[in-house]
């Protein structure tokens, strides 16, 4: 039926995937990569994974973007060109035909695969034992509640590694302030961020609201929550705190702690990550809330970077 | 890439596929591009197309599987600290060449 | 029935016209202020049209109020980023670098 929407979109994600890859502009590079992250949501879209093309969209593209921008901004004020240098032929030569052999193989070891969705069978049947519909969500915090937990862990302790990154007479300051290039522009960038910041907390807290019955949850609403931090951040709607405030540490942690705390009461119940029987709803909601608080602190320190030591002192917002 | 013949692939083998040339696509980025920060790019689209080879594998008839939704929710937001982790490193590894008191660099620290 | 439904198709076949207008402009005005012109200007109005036809396609006020809400934030910030980029240009002074 939909066969040519998928084979055009499919053509579509490649394309925008070769032009990101090989085109020799760094910035136009990114801008195809954000393009390309939001067909793959289409994609995701168009294969019945709601879930996934949130968060594909907001974290793969959205998030994954503006590190790159960043990056690329941060390079080009350091004097690093960000030029790709002069590959030997040789190496184009035998990567390609490396790359073109893997290709093959892999899409004939994927064409040997029949598709199926086996465990949507198995998952299904036990939703109703946890009072929930979204049957991602049940696997991400129910039935591979361990996977999750760790992944938290995972996301704090990449923070960790970006933070470890701080020169040392930089620690414990702020992150460099995400400026804009003079104060009119400053003003713009601010007055959206506060109108945006209090709408993403709201679509943030439906999100995960959401995320028991119908697609959303955690890790879709952290995003949105860091996309409002960010944008509020960028206009100087709010400044960056210093990486040693106990209550941003709190902040952190509370997600993780929370969910281990949870998994470990889960063993008065029967085991590790267990939830007793008719409690299920509200320890994931309970879970899901502090999960995504925590996930939407990290994820915008994760953008902002590590402490740097001079951070510009913010210029007195008149009228430049 | 002939291999997508008309009538017997499902939609679900559509998008495996394009993920497998999409893996291979990244892979070979990574090889022939010079700068860090592309690679980094690069790294994300090999993640993508396996993301998609697991999702595409997982759509059936009727439903699409939530196990690998879950996965590749999870693998999408460890590609993100991945790639947080990834940008800083370099960045900072820009940094490291000047000496940090804008001094002249008289010695090369490693 | 019949009328929502050519009601729909009209207002999506609009839309994608000024959608395609606003893609065209894109990539053939000579410089980029003419160029935000097209982008922001036709393409809100496209997605306006887009997000109505869905709207009259789906016939429910919760599905409608969502988009609606979807096209004010786009609107919101297609405005704020045309005007950080117009700003930019003039400040460089220079045709843009993309």
Same mark, same amino acid.
């Given at each position: $039926?939909?066969?040519?929407? *998928? ?20 910035? @136009? @590079? ?6 390309? !992250?939001?067909? $793959? ?20 593209? !959205? ?44 899409? +004939? ?10 465990? *949507? ?25 361990? *996977? ?31 400026? $804009? @290039? ?7 960038? /601010? ?13 943030? +807290? ?20 860091? /996309? ?7 206009? !100087? ?27 470990? !009461? ?42 740097? @030591? *001079? ?6 917002? /008149?009228? /430049? | ?9 499902? &939609?679900?083998?559509?998008? &495996?596929?394009?993920? #497998?040339?999409?893996? #291979?696509?990244?892979?070979? #980025? ?11 790019? &690069? ?40 790639? &947080? ?26 | ?12 076949? =609009? ?16 410089? =980029? ?53 117009? %700003? %930019? ?10």
């Amino acid at each position: $039926m939909s066969g040519a929407f *998928d084979l055009i979109l499919c053509l579509m994600i490649l394309g925008t995937a070769g032009i990101a890859l090989f085109v020799r502009d760094a910035l @136009a @590079a990114i801008a195809f990569f954000i393009a390309f !992250g939001n067909l $793959m949501g289409l994609a995701w879209l168009s294969l019945g994974a709601v879930n996934v093309a949130l968060a594909e969209i907001a974290i793969g593209a !959205g998030v994954t973007g503006i590190l790159l921008i960043l990056a690329r901004a941060r390079l080009l004020a350091l004097g690093d060109p960000v030029h790709s240098g002069d590959t030997p032929t040789w190496l184009w030569l035998g990567a390609f035909a490396a790359c073109t052999s893997f290709a093959v193989l892999l899409a +004939a070891t994927v064409l040997s695969i029949t598709p199926e969705s086996g465990l *949507d069978r198995v998952v299904a049947p036990l939703m109703p034992g946890l009072g929930i519909e979204n049957r991602v969500t049940g696997v991400l915090l129910a039935f591979r509640a361990y *996977d999750t937990l760790l992944e938290s862990f995972v996301l704090l302790g990449a923070l960790v590694a970006v933070w470890s990154l701080a020169p040392a007479r930089a620690w414990p300051g702020r992150p460099a302030e995400p400026r $804009m @290039a003079d104060g009119q522009m400053h003003q713009v960038a /601010g007055a959206s961020g506060r109108v945006l910041l209090p709408v993403a907390l709201v679509m943030a +807290a439906y999100l995960v609201w959401a995320g028991s019955d119908l697609p959303g949850g955690a890790f879709q609403a952290g995003t949105v929550l860091a /996309g409002g931090l960010m944008l509020a951040a960028m206009g !100087g709607a709010i400044g960056l705190p210093r990486s040693d405030r106990p209550l941003l540490r709190a902040a952190l942690v509370l997600g993780p702690l929370v969910f281990l705390a949870i998994g470990l !009461g889960g063993i008065a119940a029967g085991g590790f990550l267990i939830y007793p029987k008719g409690l299920a709803k509200a320890l994931i909601v309970t879970i899901e809330y502090t999960l995504f608080l925590s996930i939407g602190v990290t994820l915008a320190l994760l953008v902002a970077g590590p402490p740097v @030591a *001079d951070s510009p002192v913010p210029d007195a917002g /008149g009228n /430049g | 890439m002939e291999l997508l013949a008309p009538e017997p692939v499902s &939609a679900g083998h559509i998008y &495996a596929v394009t993920g #497998a040339i999409l893996t #291979a696509l990244g892979f070979y #980025a990574f090889i022939v591009r010079r700068h860090a920060l592309r690679q980094l790019l &690069a790294v994300n689209v090999v993640g993508a197309g396996v993301f998609l080879i697991l999702g595409g594998l997982g759509r059936g008839p009727d439903a699409i599987d939530p196990m690998p939704q879950a996965l590749v929710i999870t693998g999408i937001v460890v590609a993100v600290a991945l790639t &947080a982790f990834g940008a800083a490193m370099i960045v900072r590894l820009a940094e490291a060449p000047r000496s940090p008191d804008q001094g002249k660099a008289g010695k090369p620290d490693a | 029935m019949i009328w929502t439904e050519l009601l729909v198709l009209a207002l999506l076949g =609009t839309g994608l016209g000024f959608y395609a207008a606003g893609s065209l402009g894109l990539l053939r005005f000579p410089d =980029t202020a003419s160029r935000l012109h097209a982008l922001t200007k036709a393409d809100n109005v496209g997605l306006g049209l887009v997000a109505l036809a869905a709207a009259i396609h789906w016939g429910s006020g919760a599905v409608a109020a969502k988009l609606a809400l979807v096209w004010l934030l786009a609107v919101i910030a297609a405005g704020t980023t045309s005007q950080l980029l117009a %700003r %930019r240009v003039r400040k460089n002074e220079e045709p843009d670098r993309r």
